[in-house]
């Protein structure tokens, strides 16, 4: 698959270079940023045939988007114009931004995810399927951790696993969701999902899912230890792109939990 990457020169696009070269099937025949980067014509460390570049990868089969929300729907245009596949992982897009991912994926096929990374989308997969199967008698709180520089809270994914969680309970989680607790709270509702937050040193992500009975409790964790988690997983989903119909897919179809 002839995959270019977009952004390739920023945090995600420098960890999806150094995973390409290690996954079979992935060449990398583009690595592109803007015009005003101090990498562009310079030679790609792991690629030495290629220089990172500002031009429109024509040659290119997937393209590989981590670069900002602005620069998405341009980004879009281009790949339906030369009916290339997207994975698309930039994140914050504003709502015209993301009804054009729904209308350009009318002619090419995208995955979207606003976390990559193929142990969060397995997880996501077991809390439902755990809040399906242990009723509210067990008590669900979410825990995440992350660096002390993390700007948000809680994070995109521990709001991710409370939705999968709400989800296999048929509740909406805004009805059932406790941020954080503090002085008299009272009682612990039956069936309320709570969600924390942790922040310290330099800790990538981790999540862990509890689910708490009187007699017994289950925890399902998952624990990222580098950027190369959510560029794995991008690269995966460039390969299962090969040969799909134009749609909106995510993670979950490249896993095999959808169809
Ligand atoms: P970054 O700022 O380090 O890198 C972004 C790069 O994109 C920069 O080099 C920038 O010059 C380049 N860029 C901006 N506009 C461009 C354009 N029009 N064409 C080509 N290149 C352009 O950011 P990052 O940490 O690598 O994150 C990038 C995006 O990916 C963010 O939206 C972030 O939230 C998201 N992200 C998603 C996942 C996931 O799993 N889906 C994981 C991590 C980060």
Redesign the pocket.
């Known amino acids: 698959m002839k995959i270019a990457i ?8 420098q960890n999806l270079l150094r995973c390409s070269t290690k996954i079979a099937g992935c060449e990398v025949v583009a690595a ?3 015009g005003d ?1 101090p990498l562009i014509g310079k030679p790609v460390a792991e690629w030495p045939d290629i220089v990172y570049t ?1 031009d429109w990868p024509i040659h290119a089969e997937a393209i590989i988007d ?6 998405v729907v ?2 879009l245009k281009n790949a339906r114009a030369n009916k290339q596949a997207v994975v698309l ?4 897009l504003s709502e015209d931004e993301k009804a054009f991912v729904q209308e350009a994926a009318k002619q090419i096929p995208i995955v979207q ?5 193929l142990g969060v989308n397995l997880l996501l997969e077991l809390v439902k399927r755990a809040a399906q199967v242990l009723d509210p008698d067990y008590d669900i709180e979410i825990t995440e951790a992350h660096h002390r520089l993390k700007k948000d809270a809680p994070s995109g994914t521990a709001l991710m696993l409370a939705e999968a969680a709400a989800a296999g309970r048929a509740v909406a989680l805004k009805d059932v969701a406790c941020y954080g607790r503090e002085g008299i709270t009272g009682e612990r509702p039956r069936g309320e999902i709570g969600i924390h937050a942790i922040r310290g040193g330099s800790i990538v992500g981790e999540h862990t899912v509890a689910l708490i009975a009187d007699e017994e409790s289950v925890e399902i964790t998952h624990k990222a230890y580098s ?1 190369e988690a ?1 560029a794995t ?2 690269l995966r989903a460039a390969l299962w792109l090969s040969g799909r119909a134009p749609g909106i897919y995510n993670m979950r179809h490249v896993l095999g939990f959808a169809e």
């Open positions: 977009l952004g390739a020169a920023g945090r995600m696009g592109v940023d803007r980067h500002a981590f670069t900002f929300h602005a620069a341009g980004n992982g930039t994140t914050g995810a606003a976390n990559m990374s950027r959510f997983g991008a």
